[in-house]
């Protein structure tokens, strides 16, 4: 009898070592814990694996819990995620497009990706190139660096999104050449003849970004990463799923090309800067991630599983807020805050695709660039001060003051003033503090 409650224990010890995630819990009677971090209506349950420990906090007594992303393994490096945390993300895939001579490959290092081909050229009616890409839905935008492209006058890398894999496929490339600059091309049609245009000002090392959205394909360039120039802009029909990823071609058979790319972010929309959008809500939450669409009824954040009533937010940041401008952000004077210092009056109409659209009596109705125009969007004033609640923190940045928080099955369930009742994975928590747990 003693073996076989032994033997539980260990596979109940051993599963939650698995399945678990690895975190610290204080309680309220000075109580702290570590270990691996299960979720149910009891409270938090803190397994110890090593001294084969288990320990569960009631949700009454819990003070402070914290997930430690530093214990917790990295994913592949050809299976890289985005800053959205997302699951569901499909891992980098890579392989030859066409004809080649011999094989092509990538080796990935500390975010370096090192494309190795031998194709001809992405170029005519038929390409012959090594890709490393993974499949995108719908809209979907892509940013590298190309660090150096040998070593042949006509080697080429860059990036593209591609209707399909086979090497006629309709597409549009994005890249640069060993000694002859930037090219933007694109391929409209199953087999037809790729057209192309130079763009000499744009050479090795380069930032390169390539968007979609419906049938709009923009393509921006960066010297440093940060300070985004649109360059290009095409319609070009194309179903729905497409490929997105780098691409690479030797510019000829006899000797392999090598292309270095680095800084690779790819997602629904990539942002222009390291700084991510804030929407800060009246009741004090604070929503992080990119802004796919918004207009005068709600927000739609990338990685956010709730849509934002517009009626809710006190105010929205592109970028840090200096403190100069703090005190005009406090007077909730609904317009926009740019980045020369100006502030326009007006009242929000839409964003979209980047674009913020201001009714104002000094423009009219006039569309500012987020990403390089605009520090805030005010919409009244910030939330006034109300008495402590509960705060979740996600991985990707957003805070949360909530009520009536209860946990099952991994999950929390609670209640957020702007946002009505949710509910979060315990695989998008960073830190949870409060005391108003529920069984």
Not at 315 to 328: A, K, S
Not at 333 to 358: A, K
């Amino acid at each position: 009898m003693r073996r076989i409650v032994l033997f539980h224990c260990c596979f109940f010890l051993f599963s939650v070592t698995v399945f678990a995630r690895v975190g610290v819990v204080q309680s309220k009677d000075g109580k702290v814990l570590e270990g691996h971090i299960r979720l149910s209506s009891n409270g938090v349950t803190v397994i110890n694996a090593t001294l084969g420990s288990s320990v569960t906090i009631a949700p009454d007594n819990l003070s402070d819990l914290y997930f430690d992303p530093r214990l917790e393994s990295k994913a592949d490096l050809l299976s890289q995620r985005s800053r959205s945390h997302d699951p569901d993300r499909e891992p980098w895939q890579a392989e030859d497009i066409g004809s080649v001579k011999s094989a092509g490959s990538v080796d990935v290092a500390s975010d370096l990706f090192r494309v190795r081909s031998v194709g001809t050229n992405i170029a005519g009616h038929s390409d012959a190139f090594h890709f490393v890409y993974r499949p995108c839905g719908g809209n979907c935008e892509i940013v590298a660096r190309v660090v150096n492209v040998q070593p042949h006058a006509r080697s080429k890398a860059g990036i593209m999104i591609r209707e399909s894999l086979s090497a006629d496929s309709a597409n549009v490339f994005f890249g640069l050449a060993g000694r002859e600059g930037g090219t933007f091309q694109h391929r409209d049609g199953t087999g037809e003849d790729t057209l192309m245009e130079s763009m000499p000002e744009v050479f090795v090392p380069y930032w390169l970004r390539l968007k979609r959205s419906g049938e709009a394909f923009t393509a921006s360039v960066s010297r440093n990463g940060t300070r985004w120039v649109r360059c290009r802009s095409i319609s070009l029909p194309m179903t729905e799923n497409v490929w997105i990823g780098l691409a690479a071609a030797a510019g000829q058979e006899q000797i392999a090309g090598i292309a270095t790319m680095d800084n690779i972010r790819q997602d629904v929309v990539v942002p222009h800067t390291t700084f991510i959008p804030q929407l800060h809500l009246q009741s004090g939450s604070v929503v992080v991630g990119p802004i796919l669409t918004s207009d005068s009824g709600s927000f739609s954040i990338n990685s956010f599983p709730f849509s934002v009533p517009a009626s809710t937010v006190s105010h929205v940041l592109f970028r840090w807020l200096p403190f100069r401008y703090t005190t005009q952000i406090a007077t909730g004077t609904p317009g926009l805050l740019l980045t020369s210092g100006q502030f326009v009056e007006g009242s929000f109409n839409r964003l979209d695709q980047d674009r913020i659209t201001l009714s104002s009596v000094l423009f009219g109705l006039k569309s500012f660039d987020a990403q390089t125009d605009v520090v805030a969007l005010v919409f009244r004033r910030p939330f006034a001060e109300t008495p402590l609640r509960n705060v979740i923190v996600l991985v990707n940045g957003t805070t949360l003051c909530v009520t009536n928080s209860r946990f099952e099955n991994n999950e929390i369930f609670f209640n957020e003033e702007s946002l009505g009742p949710c509910k979060v994975g315990m695989p998008e928590l960073l830190w949870l503090r409060g005391g108003d747990y529920r069984r």
